[in-house]
């Protein structure tokens, strides 16, 4: 059973080790070196701190500890006040609990809470190729507004970014 709940700062060091697994073995993020420890607890000070969600999925194991399973979180889409009511979403899954459904909860939760927080539209910046994500925002209503060729760089290779969107 997955349990969705608002991430704490003790779960920040497991969040940082997802972060960076997909920093240094994904396309998913456009970063070359690993984040630190500080850098994730000021991220996730300032997120928290302005109200937006930081949620952790986690799954009791046979002895009936809580396993966390991934995170899930929205931000600003760009700055500035007319962007207000528009926020882009962040969902990762660690590598053993994928295929299980965690990563469809969390988005559920997420959509939730960016409804709550009255926001009018979520917005999903993809990096290609990345299928599974593609599949899910799909699945959730999603839809591709655009890809921008080219736009980045990583592992020397030119990579293209996906923009879908969901009105709330």
Avoid at 44 to 62: C, D, N, Y
Avoid at 113 to 135: F, K, Q, T, W, Y
Avoid at 156 to 167: A, E, H, I, P
Wanted: a neutral charge.
């Amino acid at each position: 059973m997955t349990t969705i709940r608002p991430a704490r700062e003790a779960d920040v060091p497991a969040i940082l080790a997802l972060h960076n697994h997909h920093i240094l073995n994904s396309l998913a993020i456009w970063r070359h070196e690993p984040a630190s420890l500080d850098e994730r607890l000021g991220w996730f000070r300032e997120r928290t701190q302005r109200g937006f969600p930081v949620l952790v999925a986690e799954v009791a194991s046979s002895e009936g500890a809580a396993q966390f399973a991934g995170f899930a979180t929205y931000g600003p889409f760009r700055t500035g006040a007319g962007y207000d009511l528009t926020v882009e979403n962040s969902i990762y899954v660690c590598d053993a609990f994928q295929h299980r459904g965690i990563a469809s909860t969390l988005m559920e939760a997420l959509i939730a809470e960016a409804r709550r927080d009255g926001r009018a539209v979520m917005v999903a910046a993809i990096g290609l190729p990345n299928e599974p994500s593609c599949a899910l925002h799909a699945r959730f209503g999603f839809r591709e507004v655009g890809t921008l060729r080219g736009i980045g760089r990583k592992f020397g290779r030119s990579l293209d970014l996906l923009l879908m969107q969901k009105d709330l």
